[in-house]
């Protein structure tokens, strides 16, 4: 299953964006965030260079699909290691 996550541009408080599950709301707009990361299977990527310079606990926003456990830039960060890893193998 793949999904694109992305980074907020504007300052808005987290609660009012996502549901209970961290889901965004129906409502809001992906206008207000910059896509930074795609997940696939086992072909994840940054989708701009700086992506793994973000810092750590900058929160994620699955933009065309759920969360799937990637909420921060660091669990991106663990995903490509582990599939990295994995591919090393």
């Known amino acids: 299953m793949s999904t694109t996550f992305g980074i907020l541009k504007l300052?808005?408080?987290h609660d009012k964006i996502v549901?209970?599950?961290g889901d965004l709301l129906e409502y809001i707009s992906e206008n207000v965030f910059e896509p930074v990361f795609f997940r696939s299977?086992?072909?994840?990527?940054?989708?701009t260079h700086?992506?793994?310079?973000?810092s750590d606990d900058i929160k994620v926003y699955a933009l065309d699909n759920t969360?799937?456990?990637i909420f921060t830039i660091k669990d991106c960060k663990n995903l490509i290691n582990k599939e990295n890893d994995s591919s090393s193998e």
């Open 19 to 21: 549901d209970d599950d």
């Open 67 to 69: 969360q799937q456990g």
């Open 41 to 47: 299977m086992n072909n994840s990527r940054w989708l």
């Open 50 to 54: 700086l992506g793994p310079y973000i």
């Open 11 to 13: 300052q808005i408080d």
